[in-house]
Structure formats: C-alpha cells, structure tokens
C-alpha cells in the first residue's frame, strides 16, 4: 500500500545518503592513477581515430606508470612536444599530461612512492597479456 512504499522509499533514500556521506573522498593518489590511465586512454583513441593529423603518428609514446620515477620526465618531454598544436585532441592531451605533472610534483608530493626509475620501461613497456576464454 501507498504508506508502506513511502516509508520504504524514505529509508532508502536515508540509507543511500549515508553511504554517499561515508564515502572517502579520491586521495592524491587514486587521483594521480585515474588521471594516468585516463591520459593513456585518450592517448589510445587519439592514434587509432582516422581523423587525425600526420603529426599525431611522431608524438612521443605516452605509457604511464606512476610508480615509476621516470613518469616525471616523460610528462615533461611530451608536454613540450613541439608540433601538433593546431590538432585540439593533442592540446587537450597535453594539458591533461600538465595537470597530471603539476598534482604529482605539488599536491601529491610525498603521498606518492616511486618504485622503480627504469626509464626504458616506459618505453618498451611490458603489458600484461590477457588469454582468450
């Protein structure tokens, strides 16, 4: 009956409030790891769409590993890219990769731990295979 779904639909609406209230907020470094694979996502979509420029083929490799020491350099040196300025996809990639440089130097400074500084592994990265079922 009509009261019943109302007092139903109250506590629902009291219960999912405190688990939105509960919740704990993203840290720097749930932050830094979602804006990287975001980054290397969009990155991904940007090489593979037909409707980019030729410069997009010569940018800098961009796989990102935050763990690694090297990520910091690699942000940089794709950032100061000098060509593909007048491609929007690009710019946008570019300023992702800057707030993602500027969280992790500033914001995230000593939240974050490096584990490795194997600057070749952001070159030739290791990726895991998934087997077809």
Known sequence: DLPTMKVLLSLIALLSAALLANAAPPTCYSRVLSLSKEIMESFKELQTSKAVDSCVEMLPRLYL????????????????YPR??????????????????????????????????????????????????
């Open 65 to 80: 590993d935050i763990h690694n020491y090297c990520v910091l350099a690699k942000l940089r040196d794709f950032v100061a």
């Open 84 to 133: 593909c300025e007048r491609v929007l996809e690009v710019s946008e990639l570019k300023e992702k990769a800057r707030s993602l440089y500027t969280i992790m130097i500033s914001h995230c400074r000593r939240d974050l731990v490096f584990l490795t500084d194997d600057c070749s592994a952001l070159e030739n990265p290791i990726l895991p295979t998934i087997e077809p079922s």
